[in-house]
């Protein structure tokens, strides 16, 4: 990670997403159109930097099926969540009613939410299709997106 990235992503919620897949596209503008607070970044999980934040926790970005939220990233306080939590994290960022969503996914243990998750991550090309490379977002979300340039 360059010094430049570091400062960028320091302390920042960062959404780590499939920038081939449809849905996911679709989710992370639906998110960023309603995270008015500007909280969160959104970062291919096949970019060289998405690749680099997830070997720090011994995740192959090709073998993983799933959005991931890094909170308060590259910092002391860092913290990753997956699948069903990564989902309800993101909603706590957005506005109402999407944050109270959020809250109450927040309480439904892993066992129970992320099977329903998996199957909808297996199945989502078929649902919705995807890209042959990452879509550029509109100009006015631009700036939250980072790693398009690899």
């Not at 970062?43 to 998405?50: K, Q, V």
């Not at 690749?51 to 990233?73: F, K, P, T, W």
């Amino acid at each position: 990670m360059t010094a430049q990235e570091q400062q960028r992503l320091a302390g920042r919620d960062i959404l780590l997403y499939d920038g081939i897949c449809a849905l996911c596209n679709g989710v992370v503008h639906f998110a960023a159109r309603r995270d008015a607070a500007g909280r969160l970044l959104f970062l291919p999980l096949g970019s060289r930097l998405g690749v680099e934040l997830l070997q720090r926790y011994g995740i192959a970005a090709e073998a993983l099926n799933s959005v991931v939220v890094l909170e308060h990233a590259a910092t002391q306080q860092e913290r990753i969540f997956l699948r069903t939590k990564a989902v309800a994290q993101v909603m706590m960022r957005l506005r109402r009613p999407w944050r109270i969503l959020g809250q109450i996914l927040m309480t439904i243990p892993s066992w129970l939410g992320d099977p329903v998750y998996r199957l909808v991550a297996r199945i989502r090309y078929r649902l919705t299709g995807r890209y042959e490379i990452c879509p550029l977002p509109e100009p006015g979300l631009r700036e939250r997106f980072i790693g398009l340039e690899s």
